[in-house]
Nanobody
Framework: QVQLVESGGGLVQPGGSLRLSCAAS????????MGWFRRAPGKEREFVAA????????IYADSVKDRFTISRDNAKNTMYLQMNSLKPEDTAVYYC?????????????????WGQGTQVTVSS
């Protein structure tokens, strides 16, 4: 099993920045890909960004491309999401997820393990 814990959410003004972290523990050696998803109030969970745990293969949703950057530190078993130029429509609960097998990556059903989520609110 893999355990995931997100942190770094909070309240930020439009145009501001936040960095989310996702700490992985347990059988992390089985992870192939990790990603970020978000769920806004009244909406479905949507894909934000993903990467291959061994490096590379970055994928971004069009809505966050050029504003968000996904990265990881394997030594710390931690994934990050640097969010810049935040907009009110970025308000959501952000979840990190891990996938065991190659392929996939932009669909929630592709992932095997999930964190509990961290709230991000963009408001003046």
């Amino acid at each position: 099993q893999v355990q995931l814990v997100e942190s770094g959410g909070g309240l930020v003004q439009p145009g501001g920045s936040l960095r989310l972290s996702c700490a992985a523990s347990g059988r992390t050696f089985i992870i192939y890909r990790m990603g970020w998803f978000r769920r806004a109030p009244g909406k479905e969970r949507e894909f934000v960004a993903a990467l291959r745990w061994s490096g590379g293969s970055f994928i971004y949703a069009d809505s966050v491309k050029d504003r968000f950057t996904i990265s990881r530190d394997n030594a710390k078993n931690t994934m990050y999401l640097q969010m810049n130029s935040l907009k009110p429509e970025d308000t959501a609960v952000y979840y990190c997820a891990a996938r065991r097998f190659a392929g996939g990556g932009v669909v929630a059903g592709d992932y095997d393990y999930w964190g509990q989520g961290t709230q991000v609110t963009v408001s003046s």
